[in-house]
């Protein structure tokens, strides 16, 4: 597994209001009393893991005791704005297991004492924004060497060449560092110390210096970088759950896509009844009627899949209409309504035959619409189509029509007919046939 480095080097200022005895306090969860009298209390922090100093060979007592070092390192300062010390921030893998935290610092810090440093260490693990432990390891070194028991009176300027223009390779070297580390720990984790531009990624969050936090705390008003990290934030958030959708979506597709080839291969090794086609049958010429002006031809169907020279029995079908629309009472009515909007004693015929087909979606029920239209009237009420009158105008559409998806297209067009505001909708029904409006209906949707 390969993640991204996360590593920091920052500096205490006194320019900028930095101060190491504060900053020590921090860094191993207790108290200090700075220059100016102040006492600082970190000891109510429950993310402190261990805290520790790693130093090289030789070095006084006092060297380990926490006070007595920086106290001394801030003394040896004189100028106004020295720099009291330095700062490195190391994140810690959540793939290498707690047991080896204290190691791992360990084995940073001593890169660092070889070259003269004392370091304090201090290994924190708070909550990180997204619920997750966020464990870190913050090093403190010194900015003097140790000579004769005191710190030196000029500083070490030879361990800038350590880090000033080359924090790109300092950086590099620690990921050498930790990757070599997490394989002697048997841990699948590398880091890459590339930028995120560089690696083709977005670009990462913005750490603001911890003023910020300081000024929010005591005034209880974001900055306007605090604002903008939160704008971003909230951002990513969004993209991340856009993206979560968007792979929800894949997978819900993919498995339709599947279902849809399962169904396919059950449809076509399902055994399958001939039966003789009925003959379709023809409409006969009506130069008067809107629905002839296209060429005489038979009724067709688009198919989803391949047509298939095979139907259910006529058993089959009588009891599938019957279950699954004689059975409705506002289907069979539907159907009703739909055979006098286009009777062939409607003034209005043409017009309502178009007005009909342009509204349906099933190719059965646009058939059924010309089958109505051809049939002579028989004056019936609304509720005396049975369910056998239905099943003699359908029986004599093309069979391979019926498939499950077109009966559930021509159910959707008979629901549709009805609903309020449909093609067939009136404010006051009327059960019977003669309340109908025939013809005069106006539907805004068509």
């Known amino acids: 597994m390969i993640g991204s480095l996360g590593f920091d080097m920052s500096l205490v200022q ?3 209001g930095g101060d190491a005895l504060w900053h020590s306090a921090y860094v191993f969860g207790g108290t200090a009393r700075l220059a100016d009298g102040s006492v600082v209390d970190f000891s109510k922090r429950n993310d402190v893991i261990a805290s520790f100093i790693v130093k090289p060979e030789g070095m006084p007592a006092w060297a380990a005791d926490y006070a007595q070092l920086w106290k001394r390192a801030v003394a040896a300062e004189k100028r106004a704005d020295a720099q009291e010390a330095r700062l490195f921030e190391l994140t810690i893998p959540r793939a290498l297991p707690r047991k080896h935290w204290v190691t791992l610092g360990r084995h940073v810090a001593r890169t660092l004492a070889d070259h003269g440093m004392v370091v304090q260490v201090g290994i924190h693990c708070p909550l990180a924004s997204d619920g997750d432990i966020n464990p870190h390891i913050h090093f403190m070194a010194t900015m003097r060497e140790i000579v004769d028991g005191e ?15 080359n924090a790109k390779a300092f950086r590099h070297k620690m990921a050498e560092i930790l990757n070599e580390f ?14 995120n531009a560089e690696r083709g990624l977005p670009p990462a969050e913005i750490r603001l210096p911890h003023w910020h936090i300081l000024h929010y705390k005591r005034t209880g008003q974001k900055t306007r970088a605090m604002e903008q990290r939160d704008e971003e934030r909230a951002a990513r958030a969004n993209v991340a759950r856009l993206e979560a959708e968007c792979r929800q979506l894949e997978r819900e597709l993919e498995a339709a896509r599947t279902d849809a080839s399962a169904e396919e291969i059950a449809s076509a090794a399902r055994p399958q009844v001939a039966r003789a086609l009925p003959q379709p049958r023809a409409i006969r010429p009506d130069q008067n009627a809107a629905f002839n002006r296209e060429p005489l031809r038979l009724v067709e169907f688009p198919m989803d899949r391949p047509k298939i020279q095979f139907a259910p029995a006529p058993i ?7 279950s699954r629309l004689a059975r409705n009472s506002k289907r069979l009515r539907a159907c009703a309504l739909l055979r006098v909007f286009v009777a062939a004693d409607n003034p209005n015929q043409a017009r309502n035959v178009d007005r009909a087909i342009q509204y349906c979606h099933s190719a059965v029920t646009k058939a059924l619409v010309r089958q109505f239209a051809n049939a002579p009237s028989r004056h019936q009420a609304a509720e005396e189509l049975q369910a056998l009158d239905l099943l003699e105008a359908l029986t004599e559409l093309d069979a391979v029509a019926w498939s499950d998806v077109e009966l559930s297209r021509f159910e959707n067009d008979l629901d549709a007919l009805i609903i309020p505001y449909g093609l067939l909708w009136q404010a006051k029904a009327s059960k019977h046939l003669r309340g109908l409006d025939r013809g005069a209906h106006q539907n805004p949707t068509i």
């Open 14 to 16: 006194r320019s900028r």
């Open 151 to 165: 710190f030196a009176r000029k500083k070490a300027r030879h361990w800038n060449k350590i880090f000033h223009g």
């Open 182 to 195: 997490c394989r002697i720990a048997g841990v699948d984790y590398r880091v890459d110390p590339r930028s």
């Open 316 to 322: 089959g079908l009588q009891e599938e209409v019957h």
